[in-house]
């Protein structure tokens, strides 16, 4: 056995080390292999942003490093990445890494996958709910009157927004400190359970299903999301993926979420998911550093009123 053989069949035996989080599929693939001629048929097995693993249906002798150009669609796109073989089982299971992507091809990938994320976040809820539900029906019973009365005052502002302007009751502006004082005035609850902070800064919208952005200001946050006035129009509905771009205090912000409620034409709420630990505590970092200042304004403004 030379050298080169000798190193071959040591990467086969090294365990895959894709830092990026890999989705289970279960889709038709092509391969076709540098110097290898006729395409080889395969079914795709995982994905990620990095690359994927596929088994093919004929025992394959393919090396380690040797280039491949991987077709497949997934969620109704066709991908067609050139890549190298990064190991093989030595029969039908080969892993494929990605290379010398096309800046457009690599979003519409992270997309696809962020698409797959959500799906796997839903699937994982659902058996969560299975087994609360087992656990305690009572407590599901509630949850679900909770969301029943949210989806019932999304539909009533629905339909508010479809009434002529002249027609629409008239909607008074409440400062943030007599929102939260009142408990008695709002007849639609909030139900975030952590606290809003009211900032102002601006921020970027980015609508990752089709693409585009919206330009607005943040007008409040909190760690579950926040709420944001657009400049234009919104042109989606609620639950729409949507990632929230903003500066405040000097640091970035690029935080994944969703669409919760649509307030009117322009104001939107956005609820925060997936938030990696990192990002969680820069948030909270965040909002200690707003209560912060908030509470170094207060004795200033009390001392302005006894003047």
Known sequence: MNGRDRRDELATRQPERR???????????????????????ARLVDLS???CRVRTNERITARVRLPVEVFF??????FRFRGVVQWTDGRNLLGIRFVNMIPRRMVELANVIREMEAEATARAEAVNR?????????LIELETKERAEGLNDELADSAAKELPEAARPAVLAVPVEAEHASS??????????????????????LLVKIGSTLRGRIVDLSLSGCRIRTDDRLPVGIYTRVETEFHLEGLPFRLG??????????????????LSERKRQQVLELIGEIEQMRAAQMPAESAEDRI
């Open 19 to 41: 830092s990026d989080s890999r989705y289970s599929v279960d889709e038709d693939s092509v391969l076709l292999f540098s110097g290898y001629g006729d395409p080889q048929e």
């Open 49 to 51: 942003q990095q690359g």
């Open 73 to 78: 669609k997934v969620n109704g796109a066709a």
């Open 130 to 138: 299975l087994f609360a539900e087992r656990k305690a029906p009572h």
């Open 184 to 205: 008695k005035a709002p007849a639609r609850r909030d139900r975030r359970s952590q606290t809003r902070h009211e900032v102002d800064t601006r921020a970027t919208i």
């Open 257 to 274: 979420g969703v669409i919760q409620v649509i307030h009117d034409r322009c104001t939107v709420g956005i609820r925060f998911l997936d």
